[in-house]
T-cell receptor, first 118, second 109 residues
Framework: GAVVSQHPSRVICKSGTSVKIECRSLDFQATTMFWYRQFPKKSLMLMATSNEGSKATYEQGVEKDKFLINHASLTLSTLTVTSAHPEDSSFYIC??????????????FGPGTRLTVT | DAKTTQPPSMDCAEGRAANLPCNHSTISGNEYVYWYRQIHSQGPQYIIHGLKNNETNEMASLIITEDRKSSTLILPHATLRDTAVYYCIVKGSQGNLIFGKGTKLSVKP
C-alpha cells in the first residue's frame, strides 16, 4: 500500500516556541491531506483538511492562526504549531489521499508525531 | 459526531476468532463501512471496507447485515499482535474520516 511518513516522530519544545511537523506521501500524489490530533486514551480528532495549492479548511474550534497548515506540493504538507503551550502536547497524525476519488480506503495514515511542550 | 457505536472493550483468547460488532443504524444507501485499527502510539491502519456484501481479505472478514444497520469484523485467528483499538467508520458526507471511540481489543495468551 501507499506510504505516508512524518517527521519528526517525537519532539520536545519549550512553551512559547513554534514547532513544524512534516507529512510526506512517498509513492503517490496526495491531492488532499488531513491533520488529526489525539490526546491520551482519546480518539482521533480531525483538525483540518488541506488541498494542494489551497488554504486549509479547519474544523470548528481549531485555531487557524495557531495551527498553520501548508500544502504547497502534492507530496508534502506541514503543520506548524505556533507559540506552543503545554496543553498543545498531543499525538499529531497526518493522512493523505490521492486523486483516485473519494473512496475511504484510499486514505493512508502517517505514523504520528508525539509533541511534548514543557 | 461519529455515526457508529461500538463496545468500548473486548477480550479474546489467542488463536480464537475475535468478533467485533458495530452499529450504524443511520447509514445511508451509498455509504461504505470501513474498519481501521490503531496499535498503541501508531497511526491508524486500514483493515477492510464494504457496502452490502460480506468481504474478506488477508486480514479479516466483514459481515454486514441485510438491513446494513450493523456489521461485524472478524479476525479469524487472533494473535497478540492484534491487540489494538478497532474503529468502525461510516464515510462522512464530505468524505472525511470521523473516528468514534472504537473498541479496545485485548488478545490474551
Amino acid at each position: 500500500g501507499a506510504v505516508v511518513s512524518q517527521h519528526p516522530s517525537r519532539v520536545i519544545c519549550k512553551s512559547g516556541t513554534s514547532v513544524k511537523i512534516e507529512c510526506r506521501s512517498l509513492d503517490f500524489q496526495a491531492t488532499t491531506m488531513f491533520w488529526y490530533r489525539q490526546f491520551p486514551k482519546k480518539s482521533l480528532m480531525l483538525m483540518a483538511t488541506s488541498n494542494e495549492g489551497s488554504k486549509a479548511t479547519y474544523e470548528q474550534g481549531v485555531e487557524k492562526d495557531k495551527f498553520l497548515i501548508n500544502h504547497a506540493s502534492l507530496t508534502l504538507s506541514t503543520l506548524t504549531v505556533t507559540s506552543a503551550h503545554p496543553e498543545d502536547s498531543s499525538f499529531y497524525i497526518c493522512s493523505a489521499r490521492g486523486p483516485g476519488g473519494l473512496a475511504l480506503y484510499e486514505q493512508y495514515f502517517g505514523p504520528g508525531t508525539r509533541l511534548t511542550v514543557t | 459526531d461519529a455515526k457508529t457505536t461500538q463496545p468500548p472493550s473486548m477480550d479474546c483468547a489467542e488463536g480464537r476468532a475475535a468478533n467485533l460488532p458495530c452499529n450504524h443504524s443511520t447509514i445511508s444507501g451509498n455509504e461504505y463501512v470501513y474498519w481501521y485499527r490503531q496499535i498503541h502510539s501508531q497511526g491508524p491502519q486500514y483493515i477492510i471496507h464494504g457496502l452490502k456484501n460480506n468481504e474478506t481479505n488477508e486480514m479479516a472478514s466483514l459481515i454486514i447485515t441485510e438491513d446494513r444497520k450493523s456489521s461485524t469484523l472478524i479476525l479469524p485467528h487472533a494473535t497478540l499482535r492484534d491487540t489494538a483499538v478497532y474503529y468502525c467508520i461510516v464515510k462522512g458526507s464530505q468524505g472525511n474520516l470521523i473516528f468514534g471511540k472504537g473498541t479496545k481489543l485485548s488478545v490474551k495468551p
